[in-house]
């Protein structure tokens, strides 16, 4: 890294000696120039990141684990849980106020809140994938 940064210092020190030399009106092709460069160097890290993250899920994904980043249930299960719960809660919340007025309604809600609550911080147990420890004493 550090051989990378002594480079591009090299490269920097080139071009400001040559917009010496050359004058003014050659500053924005040298800074183009060198700023072009510089976006190589970035897209080349960022390529190597990305190929590097890419190996690691694709070594997660091998060994049958879970990635560390994730959560239990994807986003998507997560964000359609919450959509299908809001959908439900108006005719139960309607049912509530029916059957007990003010308090049905709060008890409705309160339910709802905690199958969210629930969900959200450990998920649902059928949902969680069996691991070869699940089955070992």
């Not at 897209?43 to 990141?49: E, F, I, L, N």
């Not at 308090?103 to 070869?132: C, D, F, H, K, M």
């Amino acid at each position: 890294m550090e051989a990378r940064d002594q480079e591009l210092k090299k490269e920097l020190d080139a071009t400001l000696q040559a917009r010496r030399e050359l004058g003014p009106e050659y500053e924005s092709a040298l800074v183009d120039s060198f700023l072009e460069k510089v976006e190589q160097r970035l897209d080349g890290t960022v390529d190597r990141r990305v190929r590097r993250q890419l190996a690691e899920q694709q070594m997660v994904v091998a060994r049958g684990a879970r990635s560390p980043h994730a959560v239990d249930g994807n986003f998507g299960e997560r964000f359609g849980f919450g959509i299908i719960t809001m959908i439900l809660a108006v005719p139960l919340s309607a049912i509530g106020v029916v059957q007990a007025d003010l308090e049905g309604l709060l008890v409705t809600w309160a339910g709802i809140v905690g199958v969210n609550a629930v969900y959200a911080v450990r998920g649902w147990p059928w949902s969680r994938r069996r691991q070869a420890s699940d089955w070992e004493d």
